[in-house]
């Protein structure tokens, strides 16, 4: 066990909101735990003499609750997918998914998710993310890319009935897979890894896996996380389906799928009523604006009205490499230019959705998302000296300035439960060279892959369907 002191913070952010800036605090950590936060002044009495209290001069630095990524795929690399320009895509997100990206889930293997993971994890680790929660295929390499880079992670494992992926697994096998995953994964690595049921999207499982994965959510009390009216040709063909149920939101209620354990990815295709219904049971959202302003979504979530009705919003990259502050600046103007009555997010509500309601909305916020004693000691600090974006910002102005895309490289420490994961910039456990050799490698072997895959397909879309969307049974 080690002791550490952040000293000298010359802002230090407990809690993303603008009346918890401290100038000037400090930040005692012993073990996993943050066990003092305070001025400067009466922590450096106490500790600076310590010889043990290893101390981080933070005197040019913004020290904050690491970042809580809270719907990632690790393993879906997006510049390495083979769309080329977005007006290829044209039959909407089925279209999108049978042809780019289930393709690249066919590719995957144990072997190669672990590499992918860890390029990834790498990645958001040096943009000051601490838990990242990752919805993907193979749950043991998960496991074994968490067990290595010691980040705090959701784990979520995918399942999906309408097209047959490289796992070769079928609704008997999802379910029996994402079980295991929870006995053997939930709470393991000293807490550092939680499990959930991740059925994909309502629209490509059976109705039967979704409602078995709900049960198998409540018989282990866990979350169930999906994909949810994450664009418009998904919402309008869920809509005209369940039209005699009252559209596809009361279908999903009557089947049981609206809980206070169900987490929705997206949601951005809801009107109000809608959003007050899913705020009424409990449900949480995740917000992922880079990709839902991409080409295949353009829809974003109406995010001003849901922080209204009251809901706990997470946000989230969906898909490596992205990085989180990009995304804070995205949810912080994405809402002006969207044709909605209310527009308001102000400057200090992006990091909010990124460390504390992330954390709320993973079941984590006992542990994480704000700094407070007690809770582990998940911190990240950035750096000030030249860093043009920031290093002028007054207290006042620093939210807006935190929020305004620009900081991901600038972070230079990185502690997760207590172990510093990355110092003055430098990884202290991942070996970037090897593992970027790596994965160059497996883009390599993923491009011949696709080329031979394609020709052989001679037209057709690249992965067949299993049975039709939105199976009933
Ligand atoms: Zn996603």
């Not at 972070?411 to 970037?432: K, N, P």
Request: glycine content about 6%.
């Amino acid at each position: 066990m080690s002791k550490f002191l952040f000293n000298n913070c010359k802002y230090l952010v407990p809690k993303a909101h603008p009346e918890s800036i401290i100038e000037n605090g400090a930040v005692f950590v012993d073990g996993k735990t943050i066990k003092e936060i305070g001025s400067s002044e009466e922590l450096n009495r106490k500790f600076q003499i310590d010889p043990e209290v290893e101390i981080i001069d933070c005197s040019e630095k913004v020290v904050l609750p690491g970042l809580i990524d809270s719907h990632n795929h690790l393993t879906t690399f997006h510049h390495h997918l083979p769309h080329a320009v977005p007006s290829e895509i044209g039959g909407g997100i089925e279209d999108e998914m049978l042809n780019q990206v289930w393709p690249a889930y066919l590719w995957l293997t144990d072997e190669n998710s672990y590499d992918l993971n860890l390029w990834s994890l790498m990645h958001s680790l040096k943009h000051g993310v601490t838990t990242t929660a990752n919805a993907a295929p193979f749950p043991d390499a998960t496991f074994r890319a968490a067990e290595l880079s010691r980040m705090r992670i959701v784990m979520h494992p995918l399942m999906v009935t309408s097209v047959r992926l490289s796992d070769n697994l079928d609704e008997d096998g999802y379910l029996s897979q994402t079980e295991e995953a929870i006995k053997n994964y939930h709470h393991a690595l000293e807490g550092l890894l939680t499990v959930a049921v991740h059925p994909s999207w309502p629209w490509n499982c059976t109705r039967n896996l979704l409602v078995k994965g709900m049960e198998l959510a409540h018989r282990y009390d866990v979350q169930y996380a999906t994909h949810l009216f994450e664009a418009p040709d998904e919402a309008k063909r869920a809509n005209a389906l369940w039209a005699d149920r009252g559209g596809a939101l009361q279908y999903l209620d009557d089947i049981g799928l609206l809980t206070s354990r169900s987490v929705f990815f997206h949601a951005s295709n809801f009107n109000e009523k809608e959003i007050e219904k899913i705020a009424e049971r409990g449900c949480v959202v995740i917000h992922n604006p880079e990709c839902n302003a991409g080409a295949w979504n353009r829809s974003v979530a109406y995010i001003p009205y849901c922080l209204e009705a009251g809901m706990t919003v997470g946000l989230g990259t969906d898909g490596a490499p992205r990085d989180m502050f990009g995304q804070m600046m995205l949810a912080q103007y994405l809402h002006n230019v969207m044709p909605r009555e209310k527009v308001t997010v102000d400057p200090w509500m992006p990091l909010e959705m990124a460390t504390g309601s992330g954390a709320k909305a993973l079941w984590l916020d006992n542990l994480v998302g704000t700094l407070e004693v007690g809770k582990r000691a998940d911190i990240i600090a950035i750096d000030l000296v030249n860093n043009t974006g920031l290093e002028v910002a007054r207290k006042e102005t620093l939210f807006r300035f935190l929020s305004n895309g620009q900081q991901g490289a600038f972070v230079a420490d990185v502690m997760v439960d207590g172990l510093i994961l990355r110092r003055d910039h430098e990884f202290t456990i991942f070996d970037e060279e090897a593992i970027t050799a790596r994965v160059r490698e497996r883009f390599a072997e993923f491009q011949a892959w696709y080329q031979i895959r394609r020709k052989k397909r001679k037209g057709k879309p690249m992965v067949d369907l299993e049975h039709e969307e939105f199976a009933k049974v």
